[in-house]
């Protein structure tokens, strides 16, 4: 690159709006606030939703539903199809699913789902199991391990 390259660079943003300097700027005079009132001044700021005094719309629609979000219990769901990365008689558990990447790091639980076919005996060790992920894992020659 030579310094004569440099001339028809473009620049990788916008100008900002310069506000308020002169009806030849775009924005002079009023600077886009329009004429007095409250919303022209300085320092002006309103809360989210305000609507001037009135009974605001999330205040005017009724409750409902139930949420029970404060107990739920977030499981890493692994299916049976998955476990075939593992060598034949290895022991299976969450911390074995996050050394392959399987569930995320941040998981504490782990459910096993019976979707696809495993043809490997392995020792599962999982929260919950589907009744027919234990039937398959069962029926390739390996054990199930619920964990409390």
């Known amino acids: 690159m030579n310094l004569e390259d440099l001339n028809n660079l473009v620049t990788p943003h916008k100008r900002r709006m310069r506000k308020a300097r ?3 700027a775009g924005k002079g005079k009023t600077a886009g606030r ?6 022209s001044r300085s320092g002006y ?5 305000y609507e001037g005094g009135q009974m605001p719309l999330f205040r005017r629609l009724p409750k409902r539903g ?4 404060r107990f739920k219990v977030d499981y890493a769901i692994v299916n049976v199809s998955a476990l075939c990365v593992f060598d034949a008689g290895s022991e ?3 911390d074995a699913l996050k050394g392959k990447g399987m569930v995320p790091r941040r998981a504490t639980r782990l459910k096993i789902l019976a979707k696809g076919e495993l043809d490997r005996a392995l020792t599962v060790k999982a929260h919950r199991f589907s009744a027919k992920a234990k039937e398959l894992i069962a029926g390739a020659g390996g054990t199930v391990e619920e964990l409390a």
């Open 45 to 49: 700021s309103r809360r989210f939703g």
């Open 22 to 24: 002169g009806r030849s």
């Open 92 to 94: 299976v558990d969450l």
């Open 66 to 69: 139930f949420t029970n979000a």
């Open 34 to 39: 329009g004429h007095k009132g409250q919303k």
